[in-house]
């Protein structure tokens, strides 16, 4: 790479995880507001209420799949010399995360094809309501499962950074320990009942801080070049 190459790669990088965070929080905070806990009628109606909005989330979910697994290639590039097999390894956990992803997101579209006259559906309004409820379960637990793949990229990506020396190593730290929460968080999510609330926005607080503090500082100030050092021992 040229001198200007990781700075183009970092400012890429910075600008897909901008993306990715944006249409995260609009997409699984406007999914949220469709379900009424227990109430399988009351979350089909919302669904057939909500076409607009539900169709931005459809999309938002849909450039958030494309961004997550396009950055993969930049993130990449960007970190191999410091380590090419860990930065491969990476690349793998994100674009698996994808596929998980994508596959989560084909429950949504399900729900969504649930939105027309509940009668048209042949199950009537209450066999409608629950097909909607266990199809957006279904993408409750698939995201969960790639939840844990995605915190295992970010634990690689996290030594990757601490070693590269490419942002400050409390930043790659930062990043590390997010991972690790993104793991715990997600498997307590799948064997823990009632997971949930402040005990899971605590757990994730790391994650947060070090996500958003990666985008803006690959944004604002890419990254510190000539001295990467590549295999240091944490």
Known sequence: MNRRSPQRLARLTGLLFLVIVVC?????????GFVVAGDAAATAENVRSGRGL???????WTVL???DAAVSVPLYLLLRDVDGLLALLAMAFRLLFAALLGVAVTGVF???????????TGVGAAGSGARAM????SFDTAFLFGLVVFGVH?????VLLYRSRYVPRALGALVTAGGVAYVVDSLLGLLVAGHGGAASTALLMPAALGELGLT??????????????PKETV
């Open 24 to 32: 995260g929080m609009f997409a699984t905070t406007a999914l949220d």
């Open 54 to 60: 539900f169709t931005a989330v459809l999309l938002g």
């Open 65 to 67: 799949l494309a961004a």
């Open 110 to 120: 399900h729900a969504y094809a649930l939105r027309g006259d509940p009668a048209s």
């Open 134 to 137: 266990a199809e957006l379960a």
């Open 154 to 158: 970010l634990l690689c990506v996290g």
């Open 216 to 229: 803006a500082w690959l944004l604002i100030k890419g990254v510190t070049t000539g001295r990467p050092h």
